[in-house]
């Protein structure tokens, strides 16, 4: 009895420790609770005060910010980003399958999926991985990594054999596409994450996860100098001066005139074609601004005037009246043919006699990138035609094998002592036949006298030969 109430009293001081060692452990996990719950609460009311701090800092392109953060990223002022836009979903190139497009005389993309492929430009344009944003201008990023884009893209496009002659020309057009997209991807971030915060520290943070920390940095210091931001200062005043904004949205000229084409079987005169892209898309149709409507009336005017000089209403009348109100092209590009088309490639345009000069040097860079393609490809060309030459000496080196020995084997053969035709069977004698096969043969053949010739011309008995058989006079008789 002693000893059973000592093992009872044991074990229960040993379940009074283990309650209280369990409740100890608990203790200790709710006020670290307690205290994590108390620290979050705190966290969060800093960042309200903060947020309600920065309201009044955000400007007028915190809407701006919004949907370039529509992808989730966290804006510049701290806050999460509101969802906008985000960016646009591209249907280029989907399952890794080639598209095949059509392309303009000047190299533009004119095909249905051309939507597809400048969304697809514009994601190229903005990767950092490509073409980084560390690099000032266009002109300081690496032939490397233009190459690469060069690459990426014609990697997504199936050409046809009749396009093979336009793809340099394509080329030159995308990649000026490109350079435009990427550079308006910068003047972007900088309106959304560096003039609101000019002065703050919060200008070295880009809200945009595209975007490296590093890369980020060096636009910012570059932004800040002196002659930069003078220079940012006379852009933005040449830039208010352009008055003549179009209505086309994101279909490009090459585009339009291409439906258009293929609606009346005729390009669009340019008067019609710059009344369209300069109306909205209202019921009256009305002008995008007043410069654009007194232009339009100083071409119906021209083109009155020229009428009435007994000049006939067609579509060369039409350019000249365009023309004459337009007045001359001075930079490297054609206003009312988009973008990519040189003065050269329009030959009813008119150029101002300063300009021929800088256009020559852009004549020669172009040219110039036409040679170093022609040279990769005189390059390719020439590896694959090496690898043939090869291949064909090969296959002569095995050829004059073979000879050598069928030389060796009819020099063997005519050493022997008996000629080479007494060595093969003769069918025309009999020794060639044997008599099991000779029984064999139809009555009509066995039939024959020797006098006959066959018979004889066979079994081989009365003539070795048929070149005998057929001199000798019984052939003849037999044959008759």
Not at 74 to 85: L, Y
Not at 170 to 196: C, G, H, Q
């Given at each position: 009895?002693?000893?059973q109430?000592?093992?009872?009293?044991?074990?229960?001081?040993?379940?009074?420790?283990?309650?209280?060692?369990?409740?100890?452990?608990?203790?200790?996990f709710?006020?670290?609770?307690?205290?994590?719950?108390?620290l979050?609460?705190?966290?969060?009311?800093?960042?309200?005060?903060?947020?309600?701090?920065?309201?009044?800092?955000?400007?007028?392109n915190?809407d701006?910010?919004?949907?370039?953060?529509?992808?989730?990223?966290?804006?510049?002022?701290?806050?999460?980003?509101k969802?906008?836009?985000?960016?646009?979903?591209?249907?280029?190139?989907?399952?890794?399958?080639?598209?095949s497009?059509?392309?303009s005389?000047?190299?533009?993309?004119?095909?249905?999926?051309?939507?597809?492929?400048?969304?697809?430009?514009?994601?190229?344009?903005?990767?950092?991985?490509?073409?980084?944003?560390?690099?000032?201008?266009?002109?300081?990023?690496?032939?490397?990594?233009?190459?690469?884009?060069?690459?990426?893209?014609?990697?997504?496009?199936?050409?046809?054999?009749?396009?093979?002659?336009?793809?340099?020309?394509?080329?030159?057009?995308?990649?000026?596409?490109?350079?435009?997209?990427?550079?308006?991807?910068?003047?972007?971030?900088?309106?959304?994450?560096?003039?609101?915060?000019?002065?703050?520290?919060?200008?070295?943070?880009?809200?945009?996860?595209?975007?490296?920390?590093?890369?980020?940095?060096?636009?910012?210091?570059?932004w800040?100098?002196?002659?930069?931001?003078?220079?940012?200062?006379?852009?933005?005043?040449?830039?208010?001066?352009?008055t003549?904004?179009?209505?086309?949205?994101?279909?490009?000229?090459?585009r339009?005139k291409?439906?258009?084409?293929?609606?009346?079987?005729?390009?669009?005169?340019?008067?019609?074609?710059?009344?369209?892209?300069?109306?909205?898309?209202?019921?009256?149709?009305s002008?995008?601004?007043?410069?654009?409507?007194?232009?339009?009336?100083?071409?119906?005017?021209?083109?009155?005037?020229?009428?009435?000089?007994?000049?006939?209403?067609?579509?060369?009348?039409?350019?000249?009246?365009?023309?004459?109100?337009?007045?001359?092209?001075?930079?490297?590009?054609?206003?009312?043919?988009?973008?990519?088309?040189?003065?050269?490639?329009?030959?009813?345009?008119?150029?101002?006699a300063?300009?021929?000069?800088?256009?020559?040097?852009?004549?020669?860079?172009?040219?110039?990138?036409?040679?170093?393609?022609?040279?990769?490809?005189?390059?390719?060309?020439?590896?694959?035609?090496?690898s043939?030459?090869?291949?064909?000496?090969e296959?002569?080196?095995?050829?004059?094998?073979?000879?050598?020995?069928?030389r060796?084997?009819?020099?063997?053969?005519?050493?022997?002592?008996?000629?080479?035709?007494?060595?093969?069977?003769?069918?025309?004698?009999?020794s060639?036949?044997?008599?099991?096969?000779?029984h064999?043969?139809?009555?009509?053949?066995?039939?024959?006298?020797?006098?006959?010739?066959?018979?004889?011309?066979?079994?081989?008995?009365?003539?070795p030969?048929?070149?005998?058989?057929?001199?000798?006079?019984?052939?003849?008789?037999?044959?008759?």
């Amino acid at each position: 009895m002693k000893e059973q109430l000592s093992q009872l009293r044991e074990r229960l001081n040993l379940g009074v420790l283990c309650s209280f060692q369990l409740g100890l452990t608990w203790l200790s996990f709710i006020k670290e609770g307690l205290c994590f719950g108390v620290l979050n609460c705190c966290w969060k009311l800093r960042i309200q005060m903060s947020s309600s701090q920065d309201s009044s800092q955000e400007g007028p392109n915190a809407d701006f910010r919004d949907s370039l953060e529509g992808d989730g990223s966290i804006s510049a002022t701290g806050k999460e980003a509101k969802q906008g836009r985000g960016q646009g979903k591209c249907n280029w190139f989907l399952n890794n399958k080639k598209e095949s497009v059509d392309l303009s005389p000047f190299g533009r993309v004119i095909s249905d999926n051309s939507p597809h492929f400048s969304r697809y430009m514009g994601i190229l344009a903005r990767d950092a991985n490509l073409i980084p944003i560390k690099y000032l201008k266009w002109e300081k990023v690496p032939d490397s990594c233009k190459l690469d884009v060069w690459d990426t893209l014609r990697g997504t496009i199936e050409f046809r054999p009749e396009q093979q002659p336009m793809i340099h020309v394509f080329k030159d057009v995308t990649m000026k596409n490109i350079e435009k997209l990427w550079r308006s991807f910068k003047s972007d971030l900088k309106k959304a994450y560096y003039k609101p915060f000019t002065g703050s520290k919060r200008r070295w943070q880009c809200g945009d996860s595209r975007v490296d920390p590093d890369q980020w940095r060096v636009l910012v210091e570059h932004w800040e100098k002196d002659e930069i931001a003078e220079q940012a200062k006379r852009n933005a005043e040449n830039r208010s001066k352009q008055t003549l904004n179009h209505t086309s949205g994101t279909k490009s000229y090459a585009r339009s005139k291409a439906q258009y084409n293929k609606k009346h079987g005729e390009d669009p005169d340019p008067i019609w074609f710059f009344q369209d892209k300069h109306t909205r898309r209202d019921e009256d149709r009305s002008w995008v601004n007043l410069v654009a409507e007194q232009k339009y009336a100083e071409m119906q005017e021209k083109l009155k005037e020229l009428v009435e000089d007994e000049c006939p209403d067609n579509l060369e009348t039409r350019r000249r009246a365009y023309v004459e109100a337009m007045g001359p092209e001075t930079n490297n590009s054609v206003r009312g043919e988009g973008l990519g088309v040189k003065p050269h490639q329009v030959p009813w345009i008119q150029m101002k006699a300063g300009s021929s000069n800088r256009l020559r040097g852009h004549d020669y860079v172009h040219l110039e990138s036409q040679y170093v393609e022609l040279q990769e490809r005189y390059k390719h060309d020439q590896d694959h035609w090496r690898s043939e030459l090869k291949a064909m000496e090969e296959l002569l080196k095995h050829n004059q094998q073979e000879i050598e020995e069928m030389r060796q084997m009819l020099s063997r053969s005519s050493a022997s002592h008996h000629p080479l035709h007494q060595q093969l069977p003769n069918p025309f004698h009999m020794s060639y036949y044997s008599p099991q096969m000779f029984h064999q043969m139809p009555y009509q053949a066995r039939s024959v006298t020797p006098t006959g010739g066959l018979t004889g011309l066979l079994r081989g008995d009365a003539y070795p030969s048929a070149t005998n058989f057929l001199e000798s006079d019984q052939g003849t008789h037999g044959l008759e």
